[in-house]
């Protein structure tokens, strides 16, 4: 399957198979996912969706079949794409400091951006800042929210979001809406699960759904 040819291709799936504790998830794929779209990725408990992510962000590798990132996104001291923004599993995070020192300990690591970006990311998903409530107190709301700000503070241009609605609410889920619609606006690309259909239908340019050991393309 090939998604907008005149698109620029950022990530493009060959032949992958995989399977995940004796249970074939995909078998031969091919697809093109191309800049400045939203994917929305669909398909049953357990179907493989988070372990597509994790194949696509090189964290596991496919059993056969090969990724092919655009070379803008490689980095030659790491196997792991880079400019990319994800929430996969959420990060394992200080449970004795505040959201804001958490994300300063995983900035550091990378060292591109000042506070102020950390405050802003933190400000744009309805987190503040100079709260110093520890992460072991917090909601799972503002967890959820903690993990997106770590997706976005660094500018990423690829965002790969595993359930980013997950006990948020309902003025959260607008917020983070229109916050993903203006990154496509931008030309960022995004790829997003979600088990509400309406985030899929009022976000996604192209939706996928993985069914019969296949991506396929759901019209829309």
């Given at each position: 399957m090939?998604?907008?040819?005149?698109?620029?291709?950022?990530?493009?799936?060959?032949?992958?198979?995989k399977?995940?504790?004796?249970?074939?998830?995909?078998?031969?794929?091919?697809?093109?996912?191309?800049?400045?779209?939203?994917?929305?990725?669909?398909?049953?408990?357990?179907?493989?969706?988070?372990?597509?992510?994790?194949?696509?962000?090189?964290?596991?590798?496919?059993?056969?079949?090969?990724?092919?990132?655009?070379?803008?996104?490689?980095?030659?001291?790491?196997?792991?794409?880079?400019?990319?923004?994800?929430?996969i599993?959420?990060?394992?995070?200080?449970?004795t400091?505040?959201?804001?020192?958490?994300?300063?300990?995983?900035?550091?690591?990378?060292?591109?951006?000042?506070?102020?970006?950390?405050?802003?990311a933190?400000?744009?998903?309805?987190?503040?800042?100079?709260?110093?409530?520890?992460?072991?107190?917090?909601?799972?709301?503002?967890?959820?929210?903690?993990?997106?700000?770590?997706?976005?503070?660094?500018?990423?241009?690829?965002?790969?979001?595993?359930?980013?609605?997950?006990?948020?609410?309902?003025?959260?889920v607008?917020?983070?809406?229109?916050?993903?619609?203006?990154?496509?606006?931008?030309?960022?690309?995004?790829?997003?699960?979600?088990?509400?259909?309406?985030?899929?239908?009022?976000?996604?340019?192209?939706?996928?759904?993985?069914?019969?050991?296949?991506?396929?393309?759901?019209?829309?």
């Open positions: 090939c998604l907008g040819e005149i698109l620029m291709t950022l990530i493009e799936l060959r032949n992958i198979s399977s995940f504790k004796g249970n074939t998830l995909i078998k031969n794929v091919n697809i093109k996912f191309h800049k400045g779209k939203i994917y929305g990725i669909t398909g049953s408990n357990g179907s493989g969706k988070s372990v597509l992510f994790k194949m696509i962000c090189g964290f596991i590798p496919p059993d056969e079949g090969d990724i092919i990132i655009h070379p803008d996104y490689l980095d030659s001291k790491t196997k792991f794409p880079k400019n990319f923004g994800i929430i599993d959420r990060p394992g995070y200080i449970a400091k505040s959201g804001f020192d958490n994300l300063k300990e995983l900035a550091i690591i990378q060292n591109l951006i000042s506070d102020v970006e950390i405050k802003s933190m400000k744009m998903v309805g987190l503040e800042p100079d709260n110093k409530q520890k992460v072991k107190n917090y909601s799972l709301g503002m967890k959820q929210k903690l993990s997106l700000a770590q997706a976005i503070m660094e500018n990423q241009e690829i965002l790969i979001l595993d359930e980013p609605f997950n006990a948020l609410d309902s003025t959260s607008e917020n983070i809406r229109q916050l993903l619609l203006s990154y496509r606006e931008q030309g960022k690309t995004i790829f997003i699960t979600s088990h509400n259909q309406e985030d899929i239908d009022l976000l996604c340019d192209y939706v996928l759904t993985i069914d019969n050991e296949q991506l396929q393309e759901v019209k829309k």
